[in-house]
Antibody, heavy 117, light 110 residues
Framework: QVQLVESGGDLVKPGGSLRLSCAAS????????MSWIRQAPGKGLEWVVY????????DYADSVKGRFTISRDNAKKSLYLQMNSLRVEDTAVYYC??????????WGQGTLVTVSS | QSVLTQPPSVSAAPGQKVLISCSGS????????VSWYRQLPGTAPKLIIY???KRPSGIPDRFSGSKSGTSATLAITGLQTGDEAEYYC???????????FGGGTDLTVL
């Protein structure tokens, strides 16, 4: 069965950096678009970024453009999100999700990123 | 404010039917397929409707979706207490070049 397991969430100071990882299993990772979606405490869902199966097509939400970088390693079946210049408003649970072209059909359990001084 | 507008909350009695609306514009709902997600408290969202009206394997036929113009609707029949959750609609927005979600609807089964 499809499994997505995020890791890397932590408490970080404003202006700091963090790298999230998502380990995928149970499907052909190299055939799948992948996305990061976040949810601030008590708030709704906000799409962050998607990457095509080959990694050649990437699109970011304006709120993170220039600060966050998505990447993938198809050999390792892993997805990454490098987050720089973190702001308090980036505090959220970050979900790794399969999809981003038509829909998001499987989600990980999420990893919490807290940006606070 | 979310690009897609959903009612903040809806409620109905067990066994009844509820409709959750998702209103957008020509650059999103009017042009692209809508998907719906259910988020039980403390858990990750789960896809329950895709391509406006298709159900993934394992989703009961009590859940159905429809779309007309710039609005989409999720219908849930035979409500159960286990259906209490937050429901979100989502689609692509060509003006924003971004995926957009509705603000979410909190379903209470009285």
């Amino acid at each position: 069965q499809v499994q997505l397991v995020e890791s890397g969430g932590d408490l970080v100071k404003p202006g700091g950096s963090l790298r999230l990882s998502c380990a995928a299993s149970g499907f052909t990772f190299s055939d799948s678009y992948m996305s990061w979606i976040r949810q601030a405490p008590g708030k709704g869902l906000e799409w962050v970024v998607y990457i095509s199966n080959s990694g050649t097509t990437i699109d970011y939400a304006d709120s993170v453009k220039g600060r966050f970088t998505i990447s993938r390693d198809n050999a390792k079946k892993s997805l990454y999100l490098q987050m720089n210049s973190l702001r308090v408003e980036d505090t959220a649970v970050y979900y790794c999700a399969r999809g981003g072209y038509y829909n998001f059909d499987h989600w990980g359990q999420g990893t919490l990123v807290t940006v606070s001084s | 404010q979310s690009v897609l507008t959903q009612p903040p909350s809806v409620s109905a009695a067990p066994g009844q039917k509820v409709l959750i609306s998702c209103s957008g514009s020509s650059s999103n709902v009017g042009s692209y397929s809508v998907s719906w997600y259910r988020q039980l408290p403390g858990t990750a969202p789960k896809l329950i409707i895709y391509d406006n009206n298709k159900r993934p394997s394992g989703i009961p036929d009590r859940f159905s979706g429809s779309k007309s113009g710039t609005s989409a609707t999720l219908a849930i029949t035979g409500l159960q207490t286990g259906d209490e959750a937050e429901y979100y609609c989502a689609t692509w927005d060509s003006s924003l070049s971004a995926w957009v979600f509705g603000g979410g609807t909190d379903l209470t089964v009285l």
